[in-house]
């Protein structure tokens, strides 16, 4: 007994000389901190709860608040976490299935993705979700890992991935500070059995020496009929598009097609179109590479893109309130679209139409729409205001409240575009946006793209156009057919397997049925 006592009293006497040090040190902080604090309360009201807190807003921006945000629990917390991981995960997808030797862990994705997708399809918040989806959860970050590990060939998805998925903290610091955090969507990848027919077609263009394929180019420049374009690489896709407008017009003589393709698609899609007919419309294949001018010389077929597909993450509310982030989809037009006017030289109005769309009424109405003296009809976007994109805006003046538009579905006035230079605008906007890397020159053209149409777009009623359909699992179906046309954007297009099955069947329909090639291909969609 006395042996532990005797132990205990030196620390015992230790900590009290330590206390009294701390309580001394203390008073001397205080002493000093408390007529500060009492000097700023002087100035300003309120200044102590917050202070940290302001502080930390000095530093970080909104990311503090985003933080804080995070820390509290929310009702869709874990909902939300799953469709991040479903994005990265279908990211990885095509490339793990293209590798060798990775059969196992890519039937291990895909059934795990299909798991995160029926579940997701299911509910919006987290009380909805079942009872093991910690598991769930846990099996897919694992394939995940598996597939990050893996060191083939992945280089590329990992490069693009890093920047959502392994942002230090100085990183999110930065993008969160920038009001929004543009991401660039890679869709554009083709199925295996998609490649086979572009392959098998191309071949068979050849094979009948590309004979009769020219059908007569009468009604090409013809400003009386109406005039639609369709950019793609994608055989199916852009049938799908012509087939689903024509089976809706009243009258399909009228529609005249200009179907723009790159150089590795244009054989087969030649092909394609001088065998299969679309009522009595004309369709005409046109080689994008062809008709580069001089300003856009310089530009590589890759950089010629068609639309372009964004995911940008801004705050959901003004900076000094507690916020969270919110994502959103836009996608814009892409190079491409602005050769337009020199493409089509003699056209006064064409419609444009995306390769990810189906068509469900008759377009008629858009090419008697009368608007006014603007240059494009776009649905407007309101999600995403040209505020909250301040910084990738630069100095440009434009009023911040102004809504972002959709490509998707566009009337076009060629005529004005022509008049008010809007290709050299979007140039020149171009040139003082992009700093350097592949990156950057994707990022730079939605703001380019929005830019050189400030104040020129025509808002299209909205009962025109249905988009989400290629990122949104909530969409209600039965409204589905409400709309002249769906837009599959976002990254699970109708045409991959990933596709969002319950909305496949709309776009489905106007696909070519027992089509030798298509067959031989095992193309099924
Ligand atoms: C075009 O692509 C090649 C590689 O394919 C690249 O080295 C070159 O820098 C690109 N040109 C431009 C103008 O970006
Ligand atoms: C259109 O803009 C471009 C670049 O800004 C310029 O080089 C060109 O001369 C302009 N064209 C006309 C017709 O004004
Ligand atoms: C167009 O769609 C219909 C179904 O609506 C289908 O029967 C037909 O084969 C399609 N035509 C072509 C050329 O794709």
């Not at 007994?1 to 701390?22: C, H, I, N, Q």
Request: proline letters at 3%.
């Amino acid at each position: 007994m006395s042996m532990k006592g005797g132990l205990s009293s030196l620390p015992t006497t230790k900590k009290r000389w330590k206390g009294f040090a701390v309580t001394v040190l203390a008073l001397v902080v205080l002493s000093l901190v408390v007529p500060l604090l009492f000097l700023l309360g002087f100035q300003n009201r309120f200044p102590t709860g917050d202070a940290t807190e302001k502080s930390c807003q000095l530093r970080f921006g909104s990311y503090c608040l985003w933080c804080r945000e995070h820390k509290e629990k929310m009702k869709d917390r874990k909902v939300k976490k799953m469709k991040d991981q479903l994005f990265i995960a279908r990211a990885y997808y095509p490339s793990i299935a293209k590798l060798k030797g990775y059969e196992k862990l890519t039937l291990e994705m895909k059934q795990n993705i299909q798991e995160h997708e029926r579940i997701l399809s299911d509910t919006i918040v987290d009380a909805g979700l079942p009872p093991n989806i910690d598991k769930v959860i846990q099996r897919l970050k694992a394939t995940v890992a598996k597939a990050r590990s893996c060191h083939v060939d992945c280089s590329n998805v990992d490069k693009k991935l890093r920047q959502i998925l392994d942002l230090t903290e100085d990183e999110a610091n930065f993008h969160l500070r920038q009001s929004a955090f543009l991401y660039h969507l890679g869709v554009q990848t083709i199925p295996k059995s998609l490649h086979c027919l572009s392959m098998r077609l191309t071949v068979e263009y050849f094979r009948s020496n590309g004979a009769d394929m020219d059908s007569s180019s009468a009604d090409k420049h013809n400003p009386d009929k109406q005039h639609c374009v369709v950019f793609s690489r994608n055989v199916l896709a852009s049938s799908i598009v012509i087939n689903s407008t024509v089976m809706h017009a009243e009258d399909s003589r009228n529609l005249v097609f200009h179907l723009l393709t790159d150089e590795e698609n244009y054989f087969a899609m030649k092909f394609w179109y001088s065998k299969n007919s679309f009522g009595k419309a004309f369709i005409y294949v046109l080689n994008i590479e062809e008709f580069k001018t001089n300003y856009m010389n310089d530009m590589n077929s890759s950089q010629m893109s068609f639309s372009e597909e964004f995911r940008i993450s801004i705050p959901v509310s003004e900076e000094m309130t507690p916020s969270r982030m919110r994502t959103e989809y836009i996608s814009v037009f892409g190079h491409a679209h602005f050769l337009l006017p020199d493409i089509l030289k003699n056209l006064k109005r064409v419609v444009i139409l995306d390769d990810d769309v189906v068509v469900q009424r008759d377009l008629l109405p858009l090419w008697n729409l009368d608007l006014g003296d603007k240059v494009i009809a776009a649905i407007q976007f309101c999600g995403v205001r040209f505020g909250q994109l301040k910084s990738y805006l630069g100095s440009n003046s434009y009023d911040s409240e102004t809504c972002s538009w959709m490509s998707g579905v566009n009337i076009i006035d060629l005529e004005k575009w022509r008049e008010y230079n809007i290709s050299g605008s979007y140039l020149r906007l171009l040139q003082e946006q992009k700093s350097g890397g592949e990156e950057s020159w994707r990022t730079s053209v939605l703001p380019a793209s929005l830019l050189a149409f400030k104040d020129q777009v025509y808002p299209l009623e909205d009962s025109w156009a249905l988009s989400g359909l290629g990122h949104d699992y909530e969409v209600d179906t039965i409204t589905l057919k409400n709309y002249a046309i769906l837009h599959y954007n976002g990254n699970m297009k109708p045409w991959l397997e990933l596709g969002i099955a319950r909305y496949k069947s709309y776009w489905k329909k106007f696909l070519k049925q027992n089509d030798l090639f298509m067959n031989e291909c095992n193309v099924n969609l």
